[in-house]
């Protein structure tokens, strides 16, 4: 399954708005991302224009910051997401290579909207944390984020299939149940049944019901039937992003949520915003203002990773 939900805001559009942006150099595809001996930079690919912007890491971070987690959140979440930023942009090098970038500026990596986004406050956090990223077994991990997990989070493998997001055990956060998008509810009427069955396999589908759970209690698995007993099982992800490419982001938030049958449809009531792995910005956010630290942050939702300089991992780019 493709990464198309990187970060948090699933039905944000990819294609970043570029006013303001700091063009410093075009480059062609197939070029190093950089050079030993010389500044850290990621090539951006730029998803409005398809330019692509060679950017410095660290600059990189700073600017990442404002549209991810907010430019004035408290020091120690704006470090976190720091952290988790820089790990990302590392253990992700050339994930774009085929369009000779790196990383793109949407939510599939992470939302850039150029240079001059980065404010007084991320630009502080980028320097307080320079070069720190969070590792597992000396290996930078590609460490996910959401907006807000809903009282706990997901097991990256429940998300995606793929092999560099490192498979997090899920932890219960009591930080996020008051923040914005932890609670939602949304009405499948059973006239749309046969919309989401088409998007999903099964055009002529009557009935829907949940058919599994993964162990961080998020819907895994849902089954679909239709008549003469044909039957399709569809993965929470796989239904939650046809509900968004059918209804928008907004109908279903995330896969933690319980399905109610009643006469006209289905009524989903659910927990937290986004794909709910990795670092919640929301807790993080009510965390540092708890007073909790930059690292007591990290060491929460990414329980096993050490925080730690590049350079002590033989990494120069
Ligand atoms: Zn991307
Ligand atoms: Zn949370």
């Not at 660290?58 to 004035?72: F, H, Q, S």
């Not at 099964?202 to 003469?228: I, M, N, T, Y």
């Not at 009531?269 to 690292?295: K, M, P």
């Amino acid at each position: 399954m493709p990464r198309t939900d990187a970060t948090c805001r699933p039905g944000r559009p990819a294609t970043a708005a570029v006013a303001g942006a700091l063009l410093l150099a075009l480059v062609p595809a197939g070029r190093a991302a950089s050079r030993p001996g010389t500044e850290v930079t990621r090539r951006i690919l730029r998803l409005a224009t398809g330019q692509v912007e060679v950017v410095p890491l660290e600059r990189y971070v700073a600017a990442v910051l404002p549209a991810e987690i907010g430019g004035n959140a408290p020091a120690a979440a704006l470090e976190a997401q720091a952290v988790a930023a820089r790990s990302y942009a590392v253990a992700r090098l050339g994930r774009h290579a085929d369009q000779g970038a790196d990383l793109c500026d949407g939510v599939h990596c992470q939302v850039f909207l150029g240079l001059r986004r980065a404010t007084p406050a991320s630009i502080r956090a980028a320097e307080a944390t320079a070069g720190l990223v969070l590792a597992i077994r000396g290996r930078v991990i590609a460490a996910p984020f959401c907006a807000v997990c809903g009282g706990r989070t997901a097991r990256p493998s429940n998300v995606w299939d793929d092999e560099e997001t490192p498979d997090l055990v899920p932890v219960e956060d009591d930080a996020c149940r008051q923040a914005p998008g932890a609670r939602w509810s949304f009405f499948l009427p059973r006239s749309s049944l046969g919309a989401l069955g088409a998007e999903l396999g099964l055009p002529d589908a009557r009935f829907l019901e949940v058919f599994g759970h993964g162990d961080d209690g998020r819907v895994s698995a849902l089954r679909l039937v239709a008549p003469g007993g044909r039957i399709l099982v569809v993965r929470g992800f796989d239904f939650r992003a046809a509900a968004s490419r059918l209804w928008g982001w907004g109908s279903v938030r995330s896969t933690d949520f319980d399905l109610a049958e009643q006469p006209r449809g289905y009524a989903l009531t659910g927990r937290g915003t986004g794909h709910g792995a990795g670092l919640c910005q929301a807790g993080a956010i009510v965390r540092a203002r708890r007073g909790e630290s930059r690292d007591a942050i990290l060491a929460h939702y990414y329980r096993g990773a050490e925080v730690v300089p590049l350079g002590s991992l033989g990494i120069d780019r």
